[in-house]
């Protein structure tokens, strides 16, 4: 399948700073990537979609201002979390759809667990 | 509005028993459904999906699952269950009008035991 990575996996960070995450389609274009959130021992929460060369989509409940979305190139998408506080810790995932057109699966990141301090 | 559900938050199975997990889904039209597996702190891993055609899907690593209309399930199975097939399981259905856009189970922990 589709091979989708994220960088970092981890990271820590005081409270107040920004973090970026990055995901890249390695093996094929993404024109959309998708960011999910997920809190511990629950399901995934889709925070946006990501739109290469336009704005991103944001789900209802989702600060734009807080969570920036960059899709810059057709296989890369960053997730920005401006001014971290604590409770922004969790775990970011992204995803982005494979080539098969409007059937096909979500390939997802190995994931970035932030942690703010 | 579509949805799926994991009625169990835990499934536990001795190692070379079968495994059933099971889901049930809420859909306006056609349903597109997805299997994913999640091991700690990783990201999702594809199994299977269901489109058209067939009933039983077979899938990665073994799993299959099975489609029933009927009654709105697609419960994923594997004969024989290794301790390696041990984490997260999500059931998702696909959006039939945004196409981009998913919706995740709550998820079901299996725990296979040797």
């Known amino acids: 399948g589709a091979v989708v990575s994220q960088h970092p996996s981890r990271v820590i960070c005081k409270s107040g700073t920004s973090v970026k995450i990055e995901c890249r389609s390695l093996d094929f274009q993404a024109t959309t990537m998708f960011w999910y959130r997920q809190f511990p021992k629950q399901s995934l929460m889709l925070m946006a979609t990501s739109n290469e060369g336009s704005k991103a989509t944001y789900e209802q409940g989702v600060e734009k201002d807080k969570f920036l979305i960059n899709h810059a190139s057709l296989t890369l998408s960053t997730l920005t979390v401006t001014s971290a506080h604590p409770e922004d810790s969790s775990f970011y995932i992204c995803?982005?759809?494979?080539?098969?057109?409007?059937?096909?699966?979500?390939?997802f990141g190995e994931g970035s667990r932030l942690t703010v301090l | 509005a579509q949805s799926v559900a994991q009625p169990e938050d835990q499934v536990n199975v001795a190692e070379g028993n079968p495994l059933t997990v099971k889901c049930t889904y809420s859909v306006s039209g056609n349903p597109y459904l997805f299997w994913y597996v999640q091991y700690p702190n990783r990201g999702l891993q594809f199994l299977l999906k269901?489109?058209?055609?067939?009933?039983l899907v077979k899938g990665s690593y073994g799993f299959e699952a099975e489609f029933n209309k009927s009654q709105t399930s697609f419960h994923l199975k594997k004969p024989s269950a290794l301790v390696s097939d041990s984490a997260l399981y999500f059931c998702?259905?696909?959006?039939?009008?945004?196409?981009?856009?998913?919706?995740f189970g709550s998820g079901t922990k299996l725990n296979v035991k040797p």
């Open positions: 995803s982005a759809r494979g080539a098969s057109g409007n059937t096909g699966e979500l390939f």
């Open positions: 998702a259905v696909r959006d039939n009008v945004n196409f981009n856009k998913f919706y």
């Open positions: 269901y489109i058209t055609g067939d009933n």
